[in-house]
């Protein structure tokens, strides 16, 4: 039999694959949102004054913009800076240690958008080094040299080496959590790839408001990113007693390796009665598409050109408004929480409607991100009054909708996309889509500093993103309960049936966020995330 068929034996999702799913859905999962959207307090400007003078100013009665200040700041030197620059003690940043405030603020924005390029650039070099050596080495090593590199976050004596090392803790974080996501759909049955992968979704915003208590708890930023490497440091120990993946030992040929870890699965599963052999997989000789088939095709390049935008909206406004809610009027920390929590509700309803024959794929997610544009939109109209209570609540119940919305619009766009695709070029489809997404989250911590133009700025570039991409979605098929298209011929006749689980799966590495190619008993997949 093959190991497909040995799961059934197994167990599909028994007590131990469910302690792997804690571990690398749950525990992993929390560590690695809490290094996505570190900055968000390691980078928030604290309250400060400036005494010029003798004339005493507060940080917020000085815009951002003011000639006075900057006047004076591009000419000072570092001392007289930090003589006449005074930060208040509630909490500290790299902003307070490094007096990156007026022109020197974007810095914190370019640290954010590096850990985001080198999420790029990690998914694409994990995916291949996971298939060649293995998922478990590829991902422990990359864990451990994350956690190295954080600690390297919170240690650096200066600006540069803390952005170079962001950089590389995207790289590894990135990767590693890919290898991850991968390593645990293979231990399981592919009946329950969706409930892992919503798993995982889930538990990446609960880290952003675990992220945010524990930053109302521990005000030092070096203290608190050691702290957050903690957890890290659990996770890696914990992983080095798990076994290596049955699926990718039986594609490699290594049946008796493989036997090995799946009679441990049997008896940790409290199997002992099980046995079977594992016999050579027969290869699959499907010829598949390439990226030219896509450029050549009319309506596979329409589609495509629609659903990079689309991915490239969600990823820059999701991530846009997670380091947006650090700057709104408030609780720093009361909105970062609301920020991650206010997601969870997202995954089921956007899933139930999907379903539904009178929304599905195409109605729902124009209506999530049309909803969204608007909520964003909307704050332009209210008076800027920070003394107003009304105001500032409108604020952040309109950025909450916000992000509610987008994360569900996140979700069906996996599912959706996959379906537009025909088996031949779904893989190469689907990666073409993803990347344009991680354009989106190198862009996105930008976005906030155009409060420094106009306050409202930031939500009107959010806004007209979302209801734009909305409308594009108009000029898509819908595709729920149609027939699959195999081929490019198929698209002729715009054939499609609902993916099921297949596409559900798709969506299951919900924060890896690119898709390399991963195989998995011998067949190539990418493994999309937000």
């Known amino acids: 039999m093959d190991a497909e068929e040995a799961f059934k034996l197994v167990g599909k999702m028994g007590i131990y694959q469910v302690y792997l799913c804690f571990l690398l859905a749950v525990l992993l999962q929390l ?64 902003a307070s240690e490094w007096y990156l405030i007026g022109d020197a603020e974007y810095e914190i924005s370019a640290a954010s958008s590096l850990y985001f390029t080198g999420v790029l650039v990690g998914v694409i070099l994990f995916g291949q080094l996971s298939d060649r050596y293995g998922r478990k080495m590829v991902y422990l090593s990359g864990l451990a040299l994350d956690i190295l590199f954080s600690l390297a976050n919170g240690l650096a004596p200066s600006f540069r080496l803390f952005a170079g090392s962001r950089f590389m803790v995207g790289i590894m974080n990135g990767g590693m959590s890919l290898v991850a996501f991968v390593l645990l759909n293979e231990y399981i049955d592919t009946t329950h790839w969706a409930l892992a992968g919503s798993i995982s979704s889930m538990f990446f915003a609960v880290g952003i408001a675990q992220y945010a208590l524990l930053g109302y708890l521990i005000r030092n930023w070096r ?14 120990f914990l992983s080095l007693f798990i076994p290596e993946s049955p699926r990718w030992l039986y594609s490699q040929g290594r049946l008796s390796e493989a036997e090995d870890v799946l009679y441990l699965i049997a008896k940790r599963n409290c199997k002992h009665k099980c046995t079977f052999c594992l016999t050579p997989r027969t290869k699959d000789v499907r010829e598949l598409g390439s990226i030219l088939d896509i450029f050549h095709n009319r309506v596979l390049l329409q589609r495509t050109v629609i659903m990079m935008y689309i991915w490239f909206v969600c990823s820059l406004v999701y991530y846009g408004l997670t380091l947006h809610s650090g700057e709104l009027n408030g609780n720093v920390y009361t909105n970062l929480a609301l920020s991650g929590l206010v997601e969870l509700p997202s995954y089921p309803v956007c899933l139930f409607l999907i379903s539904k024959k009178w929304c599905g794929r195409r109605r729902t997610l124009l209506g999530f991100l049309c909803i969204g544009g608007l909520a964003c939109l909307i704050v332009m109209f209210l008076p800027h009054n920070k003394e107003s209570r009304t105001t500032l609540y409108s604020i952040q119940l309109l950025s909450l909708l916000g992000k509610l919305t987008i994360s569900a619009s996140f979700n069906i766009v996996y599912i959706y996309t996959s379906e537009l695709y025909p088996t031949v070029v779904r893989n190469v489809g689907m990666g073409i889509c993803s990347m344009f997404s991680r354009v989106g989250g190198i862009i996105a911590p930008f976005i906030p500093a155009l409060k420094n133009v106009q306050w409202s700025l930031p939500f009107i570039v959010f806004g007209i993103a979302g209801i ?51 195989t998995i008993l011998g067949y190539q997949y990418h493994c999309c995330t937000v």
């Open 223 to 236: 203290i608190l990113e050691i702290v957050v490497n903690v957890q890290g440091t659990i996770v890696f």
């Open 468 to 518: 734009s991409s909305g409308l594009l979605s108009l000029f898509l098929p819908e595709t729920l309960n149609k027939s699959l298209p195999e081929t490019l011929s198929d698209l002729q006749v715009f054939s499609y049936r609902r993916l099921g689980d297949e596409a559900l799966a798709l969506q299951a590495a919900a924060h890896t966020v690119v898709c390399p190619v991963v």
């Open 31 to 94: 560590y690695c949102a809490m290094e996505a959207i570190l900055i968000a307090l390691v980078g928030a400007v604290p309250a400060y004054y400036w005494d010029h003078g003798g004339l005493v100013v507060n940080s917020s009665q000085l815009a951002s913009n003011d000639l006075a200040f900057l006047d004076w700041f591009r000419t000072a030197n570092e001392s007289e800076i930090h003589r006449r620059v005074h930060f208040n003690d509630t909490f500290t940043s790299i």
